[in-house]
């Protein structure tokens, strides 16, 4: 295990400093460094994959596992080892049946679709996406086929971003979700308009820089082992458990989105600095999955930050940065940072519309995959559900089926992550609030500790121990469900629309 997990490392450590260079891209580097740094990663990928599936990762791995058949073969191996030598094979596998010609073409694939994607999107010109994307449909089909699948061939690509989820998994949870999620949509849409005057007002974007960096801390972001910087898309990256970077963007215009923006990337952070340390280099020191990830950040972005019991705490210290506000009073703003908006875009959408965009993404990418629905339909299909969900119909493609960039990328099976995080979030609150001692007291008093330990503990420690699946259940003793997200939403927003 000691040789095992020392070109585990090795390999960690190439990725991380691959890491650092695409984080410094998005951060200082000056736009001529482009091209070249472009060279020197995709040579640190090169020499990370020649690790990762050479000869001597894989006759260390044989020595305890069984390469074809995945049975163990070492008996001495303790639980946590039997989970790095099971995740590095399949690791390794995933890396190994891809044939060199496929890995060259969908790559070369990928590049072109982006290029094609962007423009098409800035002309609104589906037309010109259309024959990509159908390509692009194709290799992934070839792409399942090499993985391998039971059922359905979105499973094989879901299972890099949920691993264990089926396509007929998750269409029973959205199937749950979706009938109580447009019923609310309903109901709030037909309720008076929350007035929000005080939040159209400019704001210093300093002061927003100081009072995000204050709640960052405030609620158990490690500033010792983290920075913030400014990029045009927030993003959070880790480099090891000591060294985890945020982004934010901030707007004089919109004070929500830079504030929200900082705690939904410190969520993401706390789970990457709590991440198994013992463990650093092998699977067990990575996240469980993309869904648990963005269930990190989105409950402390919206069952957290969007609380009354938080403003409770951070309005007084708000009005101190922003003196404008001081007359707004709680019930208000509480009623103010919630408002509900069915939206054409996803990246735009509140808490409650958010996962009824996935549903709709989930639903075409799925049948692409799984039976054969073709491309030239989307535009019709995408604007019709759109108008079944929401009541509103896209001007255009642009800001309909071309808005988004994950399939243009090659990321097929991303998109229903984004709505697990939330199921998964809802179910562990549930269980988080059960098990702290006046959890929403603490909160009230600007206390985030017995949170932020109790999930240091329940999901960060355990890395990707567990599936997600298993991961939820073991932490609420119950089986993943819809039922405790949508149960939240009803209770929270009945309030906040007087519903
Ligand atoms: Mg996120």
Redesign the pocket.
């Known amino acids: 295990m000691k040789q095992l997990k020392e070109i585990l490392l090795n390999i960690r450590k190439l990725a991380s400093a691959e890491s650092v260079l695409h984080w410094d891209m998005e951060t200082y580097m000056p736009e001529g460094g482009g091209a070249f740094r472009g060279d020197v990663m995709a040579y640190l990928s090169l020499l990370t994959h020649q690790m990762a599936t050479g000869a001597p990762l894989r006759d260390a791995l044989a020595r305890h596992i069984d390469p074809e058949t995945g049975e163990l073969v070492n008996i001495t191996l303790n639980d946590d080892e039997k989970r790095i030598v099971q995740l590095t094979r399949k690791d390794l596998q995933k890396q190994l049946v891809l044939p060199d010609a496929f890995v060259e073409e969908m790559s070369k694939h990928v590049s072109a679709t982006q290029q094609v994607w962007t423009k098409a999107r800035k002309n609104n010109d589906f037309a010109a996406f259309a024959p990509y994307l159908e390509k692009m449909i194709e290799l992934k089909k070839r792409e399942a086929d090499y993985y391998g699948y039971e059922d359905k061939p979105y499973d094989a690509l879901l299972d890099g971003f949920e691993p264990g989820m089926t396509t007929d998994r998750i269409a029973a949870l959205f199937g749950e979700l979706k009938p109580r999620l447009v019923g609310l949509v309903d109901r709030i849409t037909a309720a008076p308009p929350i007035d929000d005057r005080p939040l159209r007002q400019t704001f210093d974007t300093q002061e927003q820089w100081k009072f995000g960096m204050g709640i960052a801390k405030a609620i158990g972001l490690d500033m010792t082992r983290a920075r913030q910087d400014m990029s045009a898309h927030p993003f959070t990256t880790g480099f090891h458990p000591d060294d985890v970077r945020i982004t934010t963007r901030l707007d004089e215009t919109m004070l929500l989105s830079g504030l929200f923006s900082t705690i939904?990337e410190s969520g993401?952070a706390m789970y990457e600095q709590g991440l198994p340390k013992a463990h650093f280099g092998t699977p067990l020191c990575e996240a469980a999955s993309f869904g648990i990830h963005?269930s990190q950040?989105r409950l402390w972005e919206n069952v957290i930050g969007r609380s009354k019991a938080f403003w409770e705490y951070a309005l007084p210290v708000l009005k101190t940065h922003f003196p404008q506000l001081q007359d707004v009073d709680l019930a208000d703003w509480y009623r103010m940072i919630n408002i509900v908006k069915p939206s054409l875009i996803r990246v735009e959408a509140d808490e409650v519309t958010y996962s009824l965009h996935i549903m709709l993404r989930f639903d075409i990418e799925s049948r692409m995959m799984n039976e054969g629905l073709k491309v030239a339909d989307l535009p019709e299909i995408w604007n019709a559900k759109i108008k079944d969900y929401f009541g509103i119909v896209p001007k255009n493609d642009a800001e309909g089926v071309l808005q988004d960039v994950h399939w243009s990328f090659g990321g097929i099976g991303y998109f229903p992550s984004y709505a697990m995080g939330n199921l998964y979030g809802a179910q562990i609150m549930n269980t988080a609030e059960k098990d702290i001692p006046a959890f929403w007291d603490k909160v009230r008093s600007g206390d985030f500790s017995a949170l932020k330990h109790w999930l240091n503990e329940k999901v960060h420690a355990r890395g990707r121990y567990y599936d997600p699946e298993a991961l939820i259940k073991v932490i609420s003793g119950a089986p993943l469900s819809a039922e405790p997200f949508m149960d939240y939403l009803e209770k929270k927003y009945s309030e906040i629309y007087r519903l």
């Open positions: 939904h993401h963005e950040s």
